[in-house]
């Protein structure tokens, strides 16, 4: 069985690559390349798998998956600038793409301090950039 439960936040991001000039970082990223960069609101998804237990019918104590995104997740991207305020995207270009895959790292790092009896299994990640883009990525898809 599997349980998706979806988090709202917003960030700010330019998408510049240093590895390209100016006016190749303009034909590639557009709009998005503003050196003054530009929000998003975002919608992030965790999907989890495993067996309901028996006892409380519940796949998981949804508080304590509300937890884990918080401390894991939204604590570190709420309302920040992407480029410059999250270091493990400070080397990389924040498109959604990267950051799906640096918040899959948090989330398997992270994860068996919070449900440490690996009775609940991350499953994947979805990011919602805007109505029409939406990145995802398996578990099992991220190295440790």
């Not at 301090?113 to 990640?125: E, P, Q, S, T, Y």
Request: net charge negative; with cysteine; glycine share 4%.
């Amino acid at each position: 069985m599997k349980l998706t439960t979806r988090y709202p936040f917003s960030a700010a991001h330019r998408l510049h690559s240093n590895q390209l000039s100016e006016d190749d970082n303009w034909a590639v990223y557009g709009r998005c390349n503003n050196p003054f960069g530009h929000g998003h609101n975002y919608w992030f998804e965790v999907t989890v798998s495993g067996k309901p237990d028996p006892e409380s019918g519940m796949l998981v104590d949804r508080c304590k998956l509300d937890d884990c995104v918080k401390e894991e997740i939204l604590s570190r991207v709420s309302h920040v600038n992407l480029n410059m305020q999250v270091e493990e995207l400070k080397d990389l270009v924040p498109t959604t793409e990267n950051v799906a895959y640096v918040f899959a790292q948090w989330l398997r790092q992270g994860w068996k301090k919070h449900f440490n009896d690996g009775a609940v299994l991350l499953d994947r990640i979805r990011i919602y950039e805007t109505k029409n883009n939406r990145f995802e990525i398996q578990a099992n898809e991220v190295r440790q």
